[in-house]
């Protein structure tokens, strides 16, 4: 009983953590670094994971934590660049061919995923995405989870540079409607314990690639 208290006290110790580097997160990418402003989606909550599957359901911000009983393995947030948008619509109402990339954030615990090798710690995710889906009228929440059930980094990736593993999308693999690019960035979750870490490995990394392709460099590597 006395482990299961201790194990309790460090999960709920660990939901803190994530919540403020997310708050990081946010004020950091709305400081327009690079040139590059960006905007959560949704505002107000974080997206949780089940199985294979985006539940949006874990609100940072008003109190209401809706796990408290369990550990999602994944935990993250999406990211859209503000100079994509052009009215007061909500993010994720936006159509995929309004949004030319889209970035995100995630932890993992570094199990229990099946399309991943388990690690011995658990690590941060930083992802950059030009999705291309067939349908261009896709809202951009819909793309989201496209995007989360179809990388496939171990399957997928075809280079590694800069810290950086490239890969592309499968259309109709996992019932993938897309078709672009990814970069991803992984590493440690442990290496961002400070504000400056968070700075120097996800938000100067992610504005200085989206100001890199806005200005032509190509997704591809």
Not at 74 to 82: A, C
Not at 124 to 151: N, Q, S
Request: glycine share 6%; with cysteine; net charge negative.
């Amino acid at each position: 009983m006395d482990r299961a208290t201790e194990s309790y006290k460090v999960m709920l110790a660990y939901q803190d953590w994530v919540e403020n580097l997310f708050r990081t997160l946010d004020n950091k990418f709305a400081l327009g670094l690079n040139g590059k402003k960006l905007s959560p989606m949704p505002k107000t909550k974080l997206v949780v994971t089940s199985t294979n599957y985006l539940l949006y359901n874990y609100a940072i911000y008003n109190g209401q934590e809706v796990y408290n009983t369990w550990l999602p393995p994944w935990v993250g947030r999406f990211y859209i660049d503000l100079d994509y948008l052009v009215d007061d619509s909500p993010l994720e109402d936006y159509p995929a061919k309004q949004v030319q990339y889209i970035t995100f954030v995630w932890t993992w615990l570094g199990s229990k995923d099946e399309y991943i090798a388990d690690t011995d710690r658990p690590e941060c995710w930083v992802g950059i995405v030009e999705p291309k889906p067939r349908d261009t009228e896709y809202r951009v929440y819909d793309v989201a989870g496209e995007i989360w059930k179809c990388i496939r980094v171990e399957k997928d990736a075809e280079k590694e540079s800069d810290g950086w593993i490239f890969g592309r999308f499968n259309p109709n693999s996992f019932g993938s409607e897309l078709n672009g690019f990814w970069q991803v960035r992984r590493f440690p979750l442990r290496d961002i314990s400070s504000i400056y870490q968070t700075y120097q490995l996800i938000v100067n990394p992610v504005t200085e690639k989206l100001a890199k392709l806005a200005g032509g460099e190509s997704i591809r590597g």
